[in-house]
């Protein structure tokens, strides 16, 4: 990975790269973007990314998300349209909230 490629190139090559799954902070740091700034940035390439793996790689690679959790009530945000961090949990109204998570899943 250099510098070189794009935002988008990096973040595909760190999740492919990855033993686990990371969130969207982890992933920013990881490319070299500011972590708190860089995390809303991250968000916005995930999206672009599931598509761009598709047409890569013929449908063999895919963008899974672990979806994120009240750490509070353990209420899990299944139904996001989007990848994000929600800000409070619907049940419960707590804070505290697990980020989602990201992985490269790809068939041989």
């Not at 139904?79 to 961090?85: A, F």
Request: charged letters at 30%.
């Amino acid at each position: 990975m250099s510098l070189e490629d794009t935002t988008r190139k990096r973040i595909i090559h760190v999740l492919l790269e990855s033993r686990s799954p990371l969130s969207a902070r982890e992933i920013a740091e990881l490319v070299g973007l500011d972590p708190v700034t860089g995390e809303h940035e991250v968000y916005l390439h995930l999206k672009h990314i599931a598509k761009t793996l598709r047409r890569s790689y013929s449908g063999r690679a895919v963008l899974y998300m672990i979806p994120p959790s009240c750490k509070s009530c353990g209420y899990v945000f299944k139904g996001l349209d989007t990848p994000r961090k929600p800000s409070k949990c619907p049940r419960c109204k707590s804070q505290r909230i697990d980020p989602p998570r990201f992985y490269i899943e790809v068939e041989d």
